[in-house]
């Protein structure tokens, strides 16, 4: 079974920059879209970000222009970058696979990310 591990998170500043990472245990990273979710408290799990197994890429209109994902499939690993932060974007920030617009393995711990002054 995939076992997802994220990290990066942190606490910044508005206007800050992040940078998280995703490594998935396993050799079928690389076939699979990938997704960045957030859930901030008392929130649902949102996806904020998508990239295809060809790299195509997609974003939640709320992180368009500030937000960039990327993977590499040699080191199996996910990324996302986040500039621009917001004290909105405050949430505990997850990756996983995304098959027809859901989640496809095991969740992670998660990386929290507090963007505050």
């Known amino acids: 079974q995939v076992q997802l591990v994220e990290s990066g998170g942190g606490l910044v500043q508005p206007g800050g920059s992040l940078r998280l990472s995703c490594a998935a245990s396993g050799n079928i990273f690389s076939i699979y879209a990938m997704g960045w979710y957030r859930q901030a408290p008392g929130n649902q799990r949102e996806l904020v970000a998508t990239?295809?197994?060809?790299?195509?890429?997609n974003y939640a209109d709320s992180v368009k222009g500030r937000f960039t994902i990327s993977r590499d499939n040699a080191k199996n690993t996910l990324y996302l970058q986040m500039n621009s932060l917001k004290p909105e974007d405050t949430a505990v920030y997850y990756c996983?696979?995304?098959?027809?617009?859901?989640?496809?393995?095991?969740w992670g711990q998660g990386t929290q990310v507090t963007v505050s002054s």
């Open positions: 996983n696979a995304v098959v027809r617009m859901t989640a496809a393995w095991p």
């Open positions: 990239i295809t197994s060809g790299r195509s890429t």
